[in-house]
Nanobody, 127 residues
């Protein structure tokens, strides 16, 4: 059974930083494409970033480019999202996701191309 568990969320002031982690089990992590999504109540879930199994190819949604960095440690079955220069509009529930087949050729930003999801971790950016 695949399990994804996020951690690292919290409240931070604008301009601050947070690092989210996602520990995966029940899958071959080093063979799995991973993604981070976020969702605000009443809105659709939107992609933040996606990374290939080797960790050397990543895509980012435009609003976070240059501020967020996705990475992974395959030895620890852990996905990370380093978030810097946080803005109030980054406030959302952040979800870790895993794709059994590559989403890069099918639409890396589409939530429907990811098969497994964690329960989420809340990030709040406010002064």
């Amino acid at each position: 059974q695949v399990q994804l568990v996020e951690s690292g969320g919290g409240s931070v002031q604008p301009g601050g930083s947070l690092r989210l982690s996602c520990v995966a089990s029940g899958l071959i992590f080093s063979d799995t494409y991973m993604g981070w999504f976020r969702q605000v109540p009443g809105q659709e879930r939107e992609v933040v970033a996606s990374i290939n199994p080797g960790g050397y190819v990543a895509f980012y949604e435009d609003p976070v480019k240059g501020r967020f960095t996705v990475s992974r440690d395959n030895a620890k079955n852990t996905l990370y999202l380093q978030m810097n220069s946080l803005k109030p509009e980054d406030t959302a529930m952040y979800y870790c996701s895993a794709a059994e087949t590559s989403p890069f050729t099918r639409g890396w930003a589409r939530a429907s191309n990811y098969d497994y999801w964690g329960p989420g971790t809340q990030v709040t950016v406010s002064s």
